[in-house]
Protein backbone atom coordinates (compact mmCIF):
# COMPACT_ATOMS: atom_id res chain seq x y z
CA UNK A 1 0.00 0.00 0.00
CA UNK A 2 1.06 3.50 -0.79
CA UNK A 3 2.43 5.19 2.09
CA UNK A 4 1.30 8.48 1.20
CA UNK A 5 -2.40 10.61 1.02
CA UNK A 6 -2.96 13.42 -1.29
CA UNK A 7 -5.90 15.23 -2.43
CA UNK A 8 -7.88 13.31 -5.44
CA UNK A 9 -7.81 16.39 -7.27
CA UNK A 10 -7.19 20.22 -7.28
CA UNK A 11 -7.84 23.22 -9.61
CA UNK A 12 -5.18 26.43 -10.26
CA UNK A 13 -5.36 29.28 -12.11
CA UNK A 14 -2.86 29.52 -15.09
CA UNK A 15 0.47 31.71 -14.60
CA UNK A 16 -0.20 31.34 -10.48
CA UNK A 17 1.58 29.08 -8.45
CA UNK A 18 0.39 25.34 -7.95
CA UNK A 19 0.70 24.08 -4.15
CA UNK A 20 0.41 20.09 -4.24
CA UNK A 21 0.16 18.59 -0.63
CA UNK A 22 1.53 15.29 0.54
CA UNK A 23 0.49 14.01 3.75
CA UNK A 24 3.66 11.15 4.59
CA UNK A 25 3.04 10.75 8.36
CA UNK A 26 4.70 7.23 8.71
CA UNK A 27 7.98 7.91 6.88
CA UNK A 28 10.68 6.56 8.33
CA UNK A 29 14.44 8.15 9.02
CA UNK A 30 16.00 7.12 5.39
CA UNK A 31 13.14 7.36 3.65
CA UNK A 32 13.01 9.92 0.38
CA UNK A 33 10.08 12.12 -0.98
CA UNK A 34 9.87 11.50 -4.42
CA UNK A 35 7.14 13.54 -7.25
CA UNK A 36 6.14 12.23 -10.20
CA UNK A 37 3.32 13.43 -13.14
CA UNK A 38 1.71 11.42 -15.33
CA UNK A 39 0.52 13.48 -18.50
CA UNK A 40 -2.51 11.92 -19.73
CA UNK A 41 -1.70 8.72 -21.80
CA UNK A 42 1.49 9.39 -21.34
CA UNK A 43 4.34 7.35 -18.76
CA UNK A 44 5.02 9.03 -15.37
CA UNK A 45 7.83 12.00 -15.41
CA UNK A 46 10.15 11.97 -12.65
CA UNK A 47 9.95 15.53 -10.84
CA UNK A 48 12.15 16.12 -7.77
CA UNK A 49 13.31 14.18 -4.83
CA UNK A 50 14.23 15.56 -1.31
CA UNK A 51 15.00 14.13 1.89
CA UNK A 52 14.75 16.82 4.63
CA UNK A 53 16.13 19.89 2.96
CA UNK A 54 13.58 22.06 0.56
CA UNK A 55 15.01 21.41 -3.00
CA UNK A 56 14.44 23.32 -5.99
CA UNK A 57 15.12 22.44 -10.11
CA UNK A 58 14.17 23.68 -13.10
CA UNK A 59 10.52 22.21 -12.81
CA UNK A 60 9.25 22.86 -8.90
CA UNK A 61 10.30 23.49 -5.43
CA UNK A 62 9.73 20.53 -3.34
CA UNK A 63 9.09 21.88 0.44
CA UNK A 64 9.32 19.28 3.62
CA UNK A 65 7.92 20.52 6.87
CA UNK A 66 10.69 19.59 9.37
CA UNK A 67 9.38 16.54 10.95
CA UNK A 68 9.01 15.51 7.41
CA UNK A 69 5.51 14.13 8.05
CA UNK A 70 4.22 16.06 5.27
CA UNK A 71 5.45 18.04 1.50
CA UNK A 72 4.52 20.48 -0.62
CA UNK A 73 5.13 20.59 -4.26
CA UNK A 74 5.35 24.06 -6.18
CA UNK A 75 4.92 24.36 -9.42
CA UNK A 76 5.72 28.41 -9.54
CA UNK A 77 3.97 29.14 -12.32
CA UNK A 78 1.66 26.76 -13.69
CA UNK A 79 0.96 26.42 -17.32
CA UNK A 80 -2.06 24.62 -19.15
CA UNK A 81 0.89 21.74 -20.05
CA UNK A 82 0.97 21.30 -16.33
CA UNK A 83 -2.58 19.56 -15.95
CA UNK A 84 -1.74 16.01 -15.16
CA UNK A 85 -1.77 13.36 -11.95
CA UNK A 86 0.81 14.21 -9.77
CA UNK A 87 2.12 11.45 -7.55
CA UNK A 88 4.04 11.61 -3.94
CA UNK A 89 5.91 8.78 -3.41
CA UNK A 90 8.61 7.60 -0.50
CA UNK A 91 10.95 5.05 -0.68
CA UNK A 92 14.04 4.12 0.58
CA UNK A 93 16.90 4.38 -1.63
CA UNK A 94 18.31 0.56 -1.32
CA UNK A 95 18.75 -1.53 -3.97
CA UNK A 96 15.62 -3.70 -4.68
CA UNK A 97 13.24 -1.06 -3.33
CA UNK A 98 10.30 -0.40 -5.81
CA UNK A 99 8.13 2.80 -6.05
CA UNK A 100 4.50 2.20 -4.72
CA UNK A 101 2.03 4.27 -6.65
CA UNK A 102 -0.56 5.88 -5.12
CA UNK A 103 -3.91 7.20 -7.05
CA UNK A 104 -2.07 11.16 -7.33
CA UNK A 105 -3.77 14.20 -7.17
CA UNK A 106 -5.42 15.17 -11.04
CA UNK A 107 -4.34 19.02 -11.29
CA UNK A 108 -6.34 21.14 -13.30
CA UNK A 109 -5.14 24.33 -14.79
CA UNK A 110 -7.88 26.55 -15.75
CA UNK A 111 -7.12 29.18 -18.43
CA UNK B 1 17.90 12.46 -24.57
CA UNK B 2 18.30 8.72 -23.76
CA UNK B 3 14.21 7.57 -23.39
CA UNK B 4 12.77 3.70 -22.27
CA UNK B 5 11.15 2.66 -26.08
CA UNK B 6 8.28 0.61 -25.61
CA UNK B 7 6.52 -1.21 -28.49
CA UNK B 8 3.36 -1.39 -29.60
CA UNK B 9 2.10 1.58 -28.26
CA UNK B 10 -1.77 0.20 -28.90
CA UNK B 11 -2.86 -3.50 -28.82
CA UNK B 12 -6.26 -4.66 -29.01
CA UNK B 13 -6.42 -8.49 -28.87
CA UNK B 14 -9.39 -10.57 -28.26
CA UNK B 15 -9.90 -12.76 -24.72
CA UNK B 16 -8.00 -16.21 -24.47
CA UNK B 17 -5.63 -15.25 -27.38
CA UNK B 18 -1.61 -14.14 -26.43
CA UNK B 19 -0.24 -10.54 -26.58
CA UNK B 20 3.56 -9.48 -25.91
CA UNK B 21 4.53 -6.08 -25.27
CA UNK B 22 8.98 -5.08 -25.71
CA UNK B 23 10.45 -2.78 -23.68
CA UNK B 24 14.24 -1.16 -24.50
CA UNK B 25 15.05 0.60 -21.33
CA UNK B 26 17.82 3.38 -21.37
CA UNK B 27 21.10 2.50 -22.29
CA UNK B 28 23.49 1.19 -19.24
CA UNK B 29 20.11 1.03 -16.75
CA UNK B 30 20.69 -2.32 -15.18
CA UNK B 31 16.64 -2.46 -13.43
CA UNK B 32 13.57 -2.43 -15.25
CA UNK B 33 10.02 -2.53 -13.88
CA UNK B 34 6.93 -3.25 -15.63
CA UNK B 35 4.23 -1.93 -13.80
CA UNK B 36 -0.03 -2.43 -15.17
CA UNK B 37 -2.24 0.73 -14.62
CA UNK B 38 -5.92 0.47 -14.50
CA UNK B 39 -7.49 3.67 -15.69
CA UNK B 40 -7.73 5.80 -12.55
CA UNK B 41 -4.98 4.46 -10.78
CA UNK B 42 -1.20 4.61 -10.00
CA UNK B 43 0.66 2.11 -11.74
CA UNK B 44 1.19 -1.21 -10.11
CA UNK B 45 4.18 -3.11 -9.88
CA UNK B 46 4.46 -6.46 -11.91
CA UNK B 47 7.76 -7.35 -12.07
CA UNK B 48 11.14 -5.95 -11.20
CA UNK B 49 14.60 -6.72 -13.13
CA UNK B 50 18.46 -6.44 -11.73
CA UNK B 51 20.07 -7.13 -15.66
CA UNK B 52 18.81 -10.44 -16.47
CA UNK B 53 17.59 -11.83 -12.62
CA UNK B 54 14.08 -10.96 -11.06
CA UNK B 55 14.41 -8.96 -8.41
CA UNK B 56 10.34 -8.96 -7.48
CA UNK B 57 7.67 -10.74 -9.44
CA UNK B 58 5.46 -11.38 -6.51
CA UNK B 59 2.59 -9.27 -7.61
CA UNK B 60 2.87 -11.02 -11.28
CA UNK B 61 -0.16 -12.99 -11.94
CA UNK B 62 1.92 -16.24 -12.90
CA UNK B 63 -0.98 -18.24 -14.11
CA UNK B 64 -0.95 -16.30 -17.05
CA UNK B 65 1.54 -12.89 -17.02
CA UNK B 66 5.94 -13.58 -17.78
CA UNK B 67 8.36 -11.41 -18.48
CA UNK B 68 11.52 -11.96 -19.26
CA UNK B 69 15.25 -10.26 -19.54
CA UNK B 70 17.34 -12.70 -21.45
CA UNK B 71 20.62 -10.67 -22.14
CA UNK B 72 19.47 -8.03 -19.30
CA UNK B 73 18.54 -5.37 -21.85
CA UNK B 74 15.03 -5.26 -23.30
CA UNK B 75 12.59 -7.00 -22.04
CA UNK B 76 9.12 -8.56 -23.03
CA UNK B 77 5.87 -8.96 -20.77
CA UNK B 78 3.61 -11.76 -22.00
CA UNK B 79 -0.12 -12.60 -21.45
CA UNK B 80 -1.28 -15.71 -22.45
CA UNK B 81 -4.51 -16.16 -22.46
CA UNK B 82 -5.47 -12.41 -21.92
CA UNK B 83 -8.46 -11.86 -20.13
CA UNK B 84 -11.07 -8.79 -20.12
CA UNK B 85 -9.49 -7.29 -17.12
CA UNK B 86 -5.85 -7.42 -18.54
CA UNK B 87 -7.17 -4.41 -20.23
CA UNK B 88 -4.97 -1.43 -19.15
CA UNK B 89 -1.91 0.08 -19.79
CA UNK B 90 1.33 -1.64 -19.50
CA UNK B 91 3.90 0.54 -18.49
CA UNK B 92 7.93 -0.27 -18.78
CA UNK B 93 10.57 1.77 -16.56
CA UNK B 94 14.38 1.69 -15.92
CA UNK B 95 16.49 2.89 -13.10
CA UNK B 96 20.45 2.89 -12.67
CA UNK B 97 20.62 1.95 -8.70
CA UNK B 98 24.03 2.85 -8.68
CA UNK B 99 23.44 6.54 -8.56
CA UNK B 100 22.26 5.86 -5.00
CA UNK B 101 19.15 7.35 -4.85
CA UNK B 102 17.82 6.54 -8.36
CA UNK B 103 14.78 8.04 -10.17
CA UNK B 104 13.10 5.65 -12.74
CA UNK B 105 12.60 6.59 -15.80
CA UNK B 106 9.25 5.55 -17.88
CA UNK B 107 7.85 4.61 -21.55
CA UNK B 108 5.43 5.86 -23.36
CA UNK B 109 3.45 2.49 -21.74
CA UNK B 110 0.87 -0.11 -24.39
CA UNK B 111 -2.49 0.23 -23.44
CA UNK B 112 -3.92 -2.74 -24.13
CA UNK B 113 -7.74 -3.30 -24.65
CA UNK B 114 -8.90 -7.08 -24.68
CA UNK B 115 -12.50 -7.27 -25.79
Known amino acids: DAKTTQPPSMDCAEGRAANLPCNHS???????VYWYRQIHSQGPQYIIH???NNETNEMASLIITEDRKSSTLILPHATLRDTAVYYCIVRVPVYGQNFVFGPGTRLSVLP | EAEVAQSPRYKITEKSQAVAFWCDPISGHATLYWYRQILGQGPELLVQ????????DSQLPKDRFSAERLKGVDSTLKIQPAELGDSAMYLCASSLEETGVPEQYFGPGTRLTVT
Open chain 1, 50 to 52: GLK
Open chain 2, 49 to 56: FQDESVVD
Open chain 1, 26 to 32: TISGNEY
